[in-house]
Nanobody, 123 residues
């Protein structure tokens, strides 16, 4: 059984940067793909970025391409989301997810394990 803990959220000004971390503990065999999702008040959950921890394949939603970078730590049980040039529309609760069960990486329903979330506020 794997557990995820996110950290690194906070409040920044328009154009600022933050680095989110997601640490996985427990059964690392299920951390095949790890994704970052976000949900703003009144909006649906949105897939932001995902990485295959075996192949290092990465993908991003169009709205963050060129600004956000997803990467793995050396131990491969930690995933980071470097967020640069943040905009007010990036304000949301950000969640890390893993234990991908197949299907689209953008669909949160395809991930079985979730962290508790970390708030990002851009003003």
């Amino acid at each position: 059984h794997v557990q995820l803990v996110e950290s690194g959220g906070g409040s920044v000004q328009d154009g600022g940067s933050l680095r989110l971390s997601c640490a996985a503990s427990g059964n690392a065999d299920s951390t095949n793909c790890m994704g970052w999702f976000r949900q703003a008040p009144g909006k649906e959950r949105e897939g932001v970025a995902a990485i295959n921890t075996r192949s290092a394949f990465r993908c991003y939603v169009d709205s963050v391409k060129g600004r956000f970078t997803i990467s793995q730590g050396n131990a491969k049980n930690t995933v980071y989301l470097q967020m640069n040039n943040l905009k007010p529309e990036d304000t949301a609760m950000y969640y890390c997810a893993t234990d991908h069960r197949g299907g689209a990486l953008w669909a949160g329903s395809n991930f079985a394990v979730w962290g508790q979330g970390t708030q990002v506020t851009v003003s």
